[in-house]
């Protein structure tokens, strides 16, 4: 465990100068769409906040890719022969991704939660604070934004590590041209996992455990006389989700397979 820490401990400091150099712009973007918020308070920052937050769904897979590229490219010997399995190499990559992309997810959402503050008067910021049932609902859905952007994130940076890894593979044998191979692999993937998903097969297998998101609308927001409405925002399949993390599993298990048998210095 000890030997593990130690490469993680160097992955973060290998990349720390490059996510100082992104917190300082995310710091300075949110910066100027603060004062554009001050100006116009017409709720056009906070969209654009918001977006800045769903982008962070990219942070980890190019985190991934760029640090596999590194090694490729420059510490391979060193990096291939440590006293690691493929699994434990690709976790500590992950791993050190998952924690900058938090402390970047973190910094951009309190600079969200500012701009929201002072966007829009229609939004009434002291208000959503205040009202027990607007600050829950408010939660909610920031923790649902929150989980989908990681587990969307989490998904493509596997993927984007078999890619990575498969082209390291056959570079004795494509050279150049093994980003075809690469390219295959996305396209590949992206048909075949969407297609069986779509089938009728699929939806019989995965179809149970039905889980539905729910938010209630505050008694506030209702009109006199009514309670709160509570809308459905999506439905979650427990089939689904097991399905998605076997998926993950084969091929997170791949990616160390490669990485200990086909992967050479």
């Known amino acids: ?57 990219f942070f980890l897979p190019i985190y991934v890719y760029r640090s596999l590229a590194r090694e490729w490219r420059k510490t391979s010997p060193l990096w291939l022969h440590l006293p690691q399995p493929g699994w434990a190499l690709l976790a500590a990559k992950f791993t050190s991704g998952l924690i900058q992309m938090l402390i970047s997810f973190c910094v951009t959402g309190l600079g969200t939660v500012w701009i929201v503050a002072v966007d829009d008067p229609r939004l009434r910021a002291l208000v959503r604070i205040t009202d027990v049932q607007i600050f829950h609902a408010d939660l909610k859905l920031a923790s649902l934004l929150a989980a989908a952007v990681f587990a969307l994130a989490i998904y493509m940076a596997v993927w984007a590590a078999l890619v990575s890894l498969v082209m390291q593979a056959t570079r004795h044998q494509l050279g150049r041209w093994r980003w075809l191979v690469g390219l295959g692999i996305v396209g590949l993937a992206t048909w075949g996992v969407g297609a069986l998903e779509n089938s009728k097969l699929y939806h019989w297998l995965s179809d149970w455990g039905r889980w539905p998101i729910t938010l209630t609308m505050p008694n506030s927001w209702a009109r006199p006389g009514h309670g709160g409405h509570t809308w459905t925002l999506v439905h979650l399949y427990a089939g689904d989700l097991l399905w998605s993390v076997v998926l993950l599993a084969v091929v997170y298990a791949v990616c160390a397979w490669l990485l200990d048998k086909r992967v050479e210095v």
Do not use: F
């Open 1 to 57: 465990m000890s030997s593990w820490l130690t490469i993680l401990r160097k992955d973060l400091r290998l990349t720390r100068n490059n996510d100082l150099v992104s917190l300082i712009g995310i710091v300075v973007i949110e910066s100027l769409l603060l004062y554009l918020a001050y100006r116009t308070h017409d709720g056009g920052a906070t969209a654009l906040s918001l977006s800045l937050l769903l982008l962070h769904a």
